[in-house]
């Protein structure tokens, strides 16, 4: 049973920065599988944000293209997301899985974007 749990959430301002981590643990096969970054907003459906691959090839929703970036470190079993130029419209409730989703979901982390 793998167990994610997200961190890194909180409240900014347009403009403003944020890194958001995962960390999966139980028993994975972490370093095999594409990592994905998903967020939910308030009455919309889960959408995928970004993915990276075993052999670290990124993509991209066009919507965040050029200010977020996704990465990973096999070795602690964590993937990161780093989220620049933030809008209102990234405000949600952020989630990483395996891409396509393969996990239970964790708790998420709430980023909320506002002046």
């Known amino acids: 049973q793998v167990q994610l749990v997200e961190s890194g959430g909180g409240l900014v301002q347009p403009g403003g920065s944020l890194r958001l981590s995962c960390t999966a643990s139980?028993?994975?096969?972490?370093?095999?599988?594409?990592m994905g970054w998903y967020r939910q907003a308030p009455g919309k459906q889960r959408e995928l944000v970004a993915s990276i691959f075993h052999s670290e090839t990124t993509n991209y929703a066009d919507s965040v293209k050029g200010r977020f970036t996704i990465s990973r470190d096999n070795a602690k079993k964590t993937v990161y997301l780093a989220m620049n130029s933030l809008k209102p419209e990234d405000t949600a409730v952020y989630y990483c899985n395996t891409s396509p989703p393969n996990w239970g979901w964790g708790q998420g982390t709430q980023v909320s974007v506002s002046s």
């Open positions: 139980g028993s994975t096969f972490f370093s095999i599988y594409a």
